[in-house]
T-cell receptor, first 111, second 113 residues
Framework: QKEVEQNSGPLSVPEGAIASLNCTYS??????FFWYRQYSGKSPELIMS????GDKEDGRFTAQLNKASQYVSLLIRDSQPSDSATYLC???????????FGAGTTVTVRA | DTEVTQTPKHLVMGMTNKKSLKCEQH?????MYWYKQKAKKPPELMFV???????INESVPSRFSPECPNSSLLNLHLHALQPEDSALYLC????????????FGPGTRLTVL
């Protein structure tokens, strides 16, 4: 079983819609949860970090964490063509430098 | 603009060459990382430095040799690489405690002929 699993893509959404990305993790000791956006040929860019159960909003992005269910999600509201990218879920423990990444979900926003 | 910079952006080298990748961060972080990323895969951790000391080596072949000259610089020395080492090499930095956000540089695209 993989440590971090993301919903398989690609995910295609129309412009203005909500894109919903899901991630589950196996290590119950995980304390830190991150979403990175990676455009083709570029490096990962941190867009959200979440450490406590509940929702965290930043602009059009909302991260949701449920530690009991070992589940973290990212919602992208009012999706724009510029949101077309691969989104990587990453988790780690507070005592560990090593990030565990999911395989990534590729999102395409249709104009 | 990223506060983690990497040079060069692109590098092509033969299997007998020696080259170095450089990374510099201006975020005051005391942990720095090297990752390797192949196409359509997530980044794979190679090395971690914490307070300029090697903290983690993920069983990386000795043809990759990291160096951390000071708190803001990180190098990766390359020697006798193989074509399968062609990848995007990413540097990252963070606070010197596990669990904190890691910020990536733009990467060096390496091609080994």
């Amino acid at each position: 079983q993989k440590e971090v699993e993301q919903n398989s893509g690609p995910l295609s959404v129309p412009e203005g819609a909500i894109a919903s990305l899901n991630c589950t993790y196996s290590d119950r000791g995980s304390q830190s949860f991150f979403w990175y956006r990676q455009y083709s040929g570029k490096s990962p860019e941190l867009i959200m970090s979440i450490y406590s159960n509940g929702d965290k909003e930043d602009g059009r992005f909302t991260a949701q964490l449920n530690k009991a269910s070992q589940y973290v999600s990212l919602l992208i509201r009012d999706s724009q063509p510029s949101d077309s990218a691969t989104y990587l879920c990453a988790v780690n423990r507070v005592d560990d430098y090593k990030l565990s990444f999911g395989a990534g979900t590729t999102v395409t926003v249709r104009a | 603009d990223t506060e983690v910079t990497q040079t060069p952006k692109h590098l092509v080298m033969g299997m007998t060459n020696k080259k170095s990748l450089k990374c510099e961060q201006h975020m005051g972080h005391r942990a720095m990382y090297w990752y390797k990323q192949k196409a359509k895969k997530p980044p794979e951790l190679m090395f971690v430095y914490s307070y300029e000391k090697l903290s983690i080596n993920e069983s990386v072949p000795s043809r990759f040799s990291p160096e951390c000259p000071n708190s803001s610089l990180l190098n990766l020395h390359l020697h006798a690489l193989q074509p399968e080492d062609s990848a995007l090499y990413l540097c990252a930095s963070s606070q010197p405690v596990g669990g904190w956000e890691q910020f990536f540089g733009p990467g060096t695209r390496l091609t080994v002929l």
